[in-house]
């Protein structure tokens, strides 16, 4: 089985989530997408709101039969991916998975905790959001891992690709925002 993991605050989740995860199922060839709601991200200065509040709304908007919405993060209490990753792998030893990422995460990848394990780990889907195109494809992390780049017109082959692999994609997307959302105040902590 292949699974996707679109991680993030989802504070809150938006049509763009929705948008990335549909085409993240297709284009991926994957069997499941979860999305694993973080109990907080360690790039971020302020905390989101309630992890309830988050899931609550995220299964409100995210209504697919091969979508499940987790909060294993805080079940497992890992706070950075590559820990999460690692133990996802030891609890599911026979799933495949794919961690996915909007451009936007790529560019400052090389950021994360452990950034290359991850890639050396599991294969990475990037879907492209808009304005992040250029400085996603220059990022350090694309840069170093370039020879292993799958091209977007074979991007079902990812799933089953041996690490480090990765794939970027471009999507139609909407614009929403979690942030941009956040500023107009339809969504408070």
Not at 16 to 26: P, T
Not at 35 to 41: A, E, F, H
Request: a positive charge; one cysteine or more.
């Amino acid at each position: 089985m292949t699974v996707g993991l679109l991680g993030g605050s989802f504070d809150p989740p938006h049509e763009g989530h929705v948008q990335i995860s549909r085409a993240a199922l297709k284009r991926f060839d994957l069997d499941q997408l979860w999305w694993l709601v973080t109990p907080g991200n360690p790039l971020k200065e302020n905390p989101p709101a309630s992890m309830t509040r988050r899931i609550k709304a995220a299964r409100e908007i995210m209504d697919h039969p091969r979508v499940r919405i987790s909060d294993i993060e805080a079940r497992l209490n890992t706070r950075y991916t590559a820990q999460t990753l690692r133990e996802l792998r030891k609890l599911y030893p026979q799933v495949r998975f794919v961690w996915l990422m909007g451009a936007d995460n790529l560019a400052h990848f090389h950021r994360w905790k452990n950034w290359r394990g991850i890639m050396e780990s599991v294969p990475v889907g990037v879907l492209a959001r808009p304005g992040d195109r250029i400085s996603a494809r220059l990022s350090r992390a694309a840069r170093i891992y370039s020879q292993h780049r799958i091209p977007a017109g074979q991007s079902h082959l990812l799933a089953r690709a041996s690490s480090p692999a990765w794939c970027f994609l471009n999507v139609p997307m909407t614009k929403a925002s979690s942030t941009e959302i956040r500023k107009r105040g339809a969504w408070t902590g």
